[in-house]
């Protein structure tokens, strides 16, 4: 922890020095200070338009997880009419027995492409939690529309009302695309219009903002455990089993693309990498981060452990505002699926719009 935070305090240092050559020639340079304010300028713009696409990315994962729902029960629905109709007396068994056929048969790509006619392929894997919940592929026996009576017209009901739901979800789901392409485009835009020299000072004045925010979160925990009488931070709180085996199923995917709206496991987005991290080690979590944000207890500052989901919000004191979410792997550094253009990596913690940290369990 020392010889990182030496390392924090030598960047800051180095950087604070060259931000100081900065402004003394930016006395005697209109050209650089004006450079200077234009790097500044698009630093805040692109941030927003960042976090605009983040918000947009998890509201999408979240409609798409509720489409997976309501395509699944309606599939469920659809084979239970059928039982009825043929007079079969366990309606319910047959019904789930026929769709877990179809998953055992085909996998998640084969359960996505008969029920959606082979769209949205890409997002086969995030749907299949929504699947194995309802035809009791991971042993529960959750059943669709097991409140309703088995009764054609019952059951021609919830279908009739199930097609209304998707169409909705559906059009939620393309306005939410159409915003995350429209921040990604206007971020592109952004940086395509900037000279060199404007990018380059925005480049290194955001280097330095993220080292003191690291500094800043390492500075915030040491705090909180001297509070809490630990006297340093120490090796930390030593993960469960199942907290190890995610964070090292994740470190087998530094290096892949960040892809909005992806699971896995070739590209992910953020939430799209802790749930396929803890796939890997036998436990199932919720698609968003949002959603994440409530599978499990909430852990202060000063028993952070590997494994442990740390969460970002636009609002700190508002949960339903979490657009990010990363994987602890202690001493002040998580693994995480960033943003676009970038890549899964081991990045330093950061308090900026932090929210608190979860350790799953459900």
Known sequence: ???RAATLLTTLAVTAATAVAMTGSAAASPRLASATQRAATLRAQVDRQTLAAEVATEDYNGVQAALADIVTRRLLAERQLAAVQAG???VHKVAT???RAIYMTGGPAGLTASVLGARDLGDAVARIYTVQKLVGVDQTQI???AKDADTAAGIASRLAAM????VALEKRSR????RVQA???ASRGLLSAANYEVRTIANAERRAAEAAAA???QAAQQAARAAAGAADLGPGVAPSVRAAAAVAAARTRLGSPYVWGATGPATFDCSGLTGWAYRQAGLQLPRTSREQWSAGPHVELTVLAPGDLLFWATNPADAASIHHVALYIGGGQMIAAPQTGDVVKIQAVYLNGYIGAVRPNA
């Open 1 to 3: 922890m020392i010889g």
């Open 88 to 90: 079969t007396a366990d």
């Open 97 to 99: 027995n026929r769709v």
């Open 143 to 145: 059943v669709a529309g």
């Open 163 to 166: 097609v209304g739901q998707k």
């Open 175 to 178: 306005a939410a695309a159409t």
């Open 183 to 185: 921040a990604l485009a």
């Open 215 to 217: 500094m800043a979160f």
